[in-house]
Nanobody, 124 residues
């Protein structure tokens, strides 16, 4: 089992920055990839960014490429999502997820473990 705990969400204004953290515990060494997803109000959960557990490869959704940066610190078993130039449409609950078998997965069903989510609200 892998436990994931997100932190760092909150209120921001358009143009601001926030950094989300996802701390993994348990059998974190068995994970192949990590991902960030978000679920806007009234919408389905959507892919944001993914990274291999080693940090060597990264993939972003078009909507955040150039504004968000995913990174990992294996020594701390933590994955980060640096969000710059935030827009009101970035408002969502952000979830961290872990994939045991593959990396850079962009679909919800591909992930085995999920955090509880952290709210990010961006005002205009």
């Amino acid at each position: 089992q892998v436990q994931l705990v997100e932190s760092g969400g909150g209120l921001a204004q358009a143009g601001d920055s926030l950094r989300l953290s996802c701390a993994a515990s348990g059998r974190a060494f068995s994970v192949s990839g990590m991902g960030w997803f978000r679920q806007p109000p009234g919408k389905e959960r959507e892919f944001v960014a993914a990274i291999t557990w080693s940090g060597g490869r990264i993939y972003y959704a078009d909507s955040v490429r150039g504004r968000f940066t995913i990174s990992s610190d294996n020594a701390k078993n933590t994955v980060y999502l640096q969000m710059n130039s935030l827009k009101p449409e970035d408002t969502a609950v952000y979830y961290c997820a872990a994939d045991r078998l593959s990396a850079l997965n962009t679909v919800v069903a591909g992930y085995d473990y999920w955090g509880q989510g952290t709210q990010v609200t961006v005002s205009s």
